[in-house]
C-alpha cells in the first residue's frame, strides 16, 4: 500500500518529468482511509488537486458513497468545492431491473445540461438515453413512476398465459 504522501510524490513525478496532462483517481475513498487523522485528509486532497490544476491537468476524481439505494447515502467527505464539475452517477430501480442515471450536478463556469438521463455502459459504447421525465426521486435511488399508466402486462401476455 502507498502513503498518501508517496502517492502525492508519485503523480507529482509523472507530471513533471513524464508531461502527464490526465490523472485519474478511482476511488477518492482509499485515499481518505489510509490518512489516519481527520483534518488532514481534506488538506492533502486539496494540495494536490490545487497543484494539478496550476499545472493544467485534468484530473477525474471518484468517489464512492455509502450504500446500494436509497435517501440516506452517505459521502466520507465533502470535496465538491474543490471540483470544476460534478456528474452524478446512481443506481435506481425501474420496472424490475437496476439501472443507471447520470447527471451534472455542478458546473463551475457556465450553464450545463440540468436533465437527470439514463446510462447504459455496453461492451462497445455508452448510451445516455432521453431525460427521465417520467419519474421523480432518482436521484434518491427510489424513484416513483409519474407518467402515464400502462398495464404490467399486455393483452397478448394475458392471452398466452390462458
Known amino acids: 500500500m502507498t502513503s498518501p504522501g508517496e502517492f502525492s510524490h508519485t503523480v507529482r513525478r509523472f507530471?513533471?518529468?513524464?508531461?502527464?496532462?490526465?490523472?485519474?483517481?478511482?476511488?477518492?475513498?482509499?485515499y481518505l482511509s489510509a490518512i489516519p487523522t481527520t483534518d488532514a485528509p481534506v488538506t492533502r486532497?486539496?494540495?494536490?488537486?490545487?497543484?494539478?490544476?496550476?499545472?493544467?491537468?485534468?484530473?477525474?476524481?471518484?468517489?464512492?458513497?455509502?450504500?446500494?439505494?436509497?435517501p440516506s447515502m452517505t459521502v466520507p467527505v465533502d470535496l465538491s468545492y474543490l471540483a470544476d464539475s460534478i456528474?452524478?452517477?446512481?443506481f435506481f430501480?425501474?420496472?424490475?431491473?437496476?439501472?443507471?442515471?447520470?447527471?451534472?450536478?455542478?458546473?463551475?463556469?457556465?450553464?450545463h445540461e440540468r436533465s437527470i438521463r439514463e446510462?447504459?455502459?455496453?461492451?462497445?459504447?455508452?448510451?445516455?438515453?432521453?431525460?427521465?421525465?417520467q419519474f421523480q426521486g432518482v436521484l434518491t435511488g427510489v424513484p416513483q413512476y409519474i407518467g402515464p399508466s400502462k398495464p404490467l402486462l399486455s393483452d397478448d401476455q394475458t392471452r398466452k398465459q390462458r
Open 45 to 70: 486532497m486539496h494540495e494536490l488537486l490545487s497543484y494539478l490544476n496550476e499545472a493544467g491537468v485534468v484530473t477525474l476524481v471518484a468517489l464512492a458513497q455509502y450504500g446500494m439505494l436509497g
Open 15 to 30: 507530471v513533471d518529468a513524464d508531461g502527464v496532462r490526465l490523472v485519474g483517481i478511482d476511488t477518492l475513498n482509499g
Open 87 to 90: 456528474v452524478l452517477l446512481r
Open 119 to 133: 446510462l447504459k455502459l455496453g461492451p462497445d459504447r455508452i448510451q445516455v438515453g432521453e431525460p427521465l421525465k
Open 93 to 111: 430501480e425501474a420496472e424490475g431491473e437496476v439501472r443507471k442515471a447520470i447527471s451534472v450536478v455542478k458546473k463551475r463556469t457556465g450553464i
